[in-house]
């Protein structure tokens, strides 16, 4: 999981091997996922293509979600394209037709060198591109056809203390119109909406609700709330969908900034995710020993340089 807490209790997670089939320039070996290939000596320096491989037990409708491929990759399921991506550290993912209960093979294509159509191709370029999957794969079981694929909440301040502006995304993977209903519950208030989704449609619904017992994410007093998402259907629960919200406001009046209402002079360090040891494949040990780096001289922000930083690190 990219999250250092459980964001199901009621979808099926399974978990990849850690180890996946590596070939890339004649050589094949087992190798580390997540992780560089730069961190095995012999492909130290390798720019080119290279293959990764590997089994998994499926069974009717699988959402596959790679958190970071570095840099272009193409993915195919039982040897059909299922997926296409260029860019190192966003995340994207693809769900298979129906699969028979069984083992199936997966298989990622990855570059990692400079071409024509790459934004890192330009004479003079500074950055480093390194190979490989570098962030977690996860498995999911969609198991009735219909699944939460997205979440984002804008908490709000008002005179009468604060609201919440939810938007969530649902698709619906069969070829039938579907009557559901969504619940979201924050700090306390639970809310239900009924939802009509076509056949083969994603769609986003909109909720705004009043949450009078949550208290504001101050710098002293990080108070975080679970957002629990649950999709019913004919009283039975089905999918599930569990992210973490604070309430708090960021503004700038003039040349100051004010966090949660309080004036907040930025003090902090730039951090890239690019180790010797693990290249750009930090492992959670390494990032919560960065934070306690940073705390310990008294910072209270990190500029997270050019791309989307890890999940587990933007959790911790």
């Known amino acids: 999981m990219a999250r250092i807490f459980s964001q199901h209790k009621i979808r099926r997670t399974a978990n990849l091997p850690d180890t996946w089939d590596f070939s890339a320039a004649g050589k094949t070996l087992k190798m580390h996922v997540p992780g560089c290939w730069e961190?095995?000596?012999?492909?130290?320096?390798?720019?080119?293509?290279?293959?990764?491989?590997?089994?998994?037990?499926?069974?009717?409708?699988?959402?596959?979600?790679?958190?970071?491929?570095?840099?272009?990759?193409?993915?195919?399921?039982?040897?059909?394209?299922?997926?296409?991506?260029?860019?190192?550290?966003?995340?994207?993912?693809?769900?298979?037709?129906?699969?028979?209960?069984?083992?199936?093979?997966?298989?990622?294509?990855?570059?990692?060198?400079?071409?024509?159509?790459?934004?890192?191709?330009?004479?003079?370029?500074?950055?480093?591109?390194?190979?490989?999957?570098?962030?977690?794969?996860?498995?999911?079981?969609?198991?009735?056809?219909?699944?939460?694929?997205?979440?984002?909440?804008?908490?709000?301040?008002?005179?009468?203390?604060?609201?919440?502006?939810?938007?969530?995304?649902?698709?619906?993977?069969?070829?039938?119109?579907?009557?559901?209903?969504?619940?979201?519950?924050?700090?306390?208030?639970?809310?239900?909406?009924?939802?009509?989704?076509?056949?083969?449609?994603?769609?986003?619904?909109f909720f705004e609700e009043s949450y009078e017992n949550a208290e504001t994410y101050t710098l002293s007093d990080p108070k975080l709330y679970f957002a629990e998402l649950v999709l019913y259907e004919n009283g039975e629960a089905i999918d599930d969908l569990i992210d973490r919200v604070g309430f708090r406001t960021v503004e700038i009046k003039g040349d100051k900034i004010y966090f949660a209402g309080e004036e907040l002079k930025l003090k902090g360090f730039n951090r890239h995710e690019d180790y010797a040891e693990y290249g750009c494949a930090i492992p959670l040990s390494v990032m919560a020993r960065d934070i306690a780096i940073i705390k310990e001289a008294n910072a209270n922000c990190i500029r997270t340089s050019h791309y989307p930083p890890h999940p587990e690190f933007l959790n911790m």
């Open 39 to 205: 961190t095995i000596p012999e492909f130290s320096n390798y720019r080119g293509k290279a293959l990764y491989e590997t089994e998994f037990f499926g069974k009717g409708y699988m959402r596959i979600v790679f958190n970071g491929v570095s840099h272009t990759a193409k993915i195919s399921l039982d040897g059909e394209m299922m997926a296409e991506h260029y860019g190192a550290y966003s995340a994207f993912d693809f769900v298979s037709e129906k699969l028979e209960a069984g083992m199936h093979q997966l298989v990622a294509e990855i570059h990692n060198s400079f071409h024509k159509d790459s934004a890192l191709h330009i004479p003079g370029n500074d950055y480093y591109s390194y190979g490989g999957i570098t962030r977690p794969v996860e498995l999911e079981f969609i198991e009735n056809g219909i699944y939460i694929s997205a979440f984002r909440m804008t908490p709000v301040y008002t005179d009468k203390g604060w609201r919440g502006r939810s938007v969530v995304s649902i698709k619906n993977l069969e070829d039938i119109k579907r009557d559901i209903t969504l619940s979201l519950e924050i700090a306390g208030k639970k809310t239900l909406m009924p939802v009509e989704i076509d056949a083969k449609e994603e769609q986003a619904v």
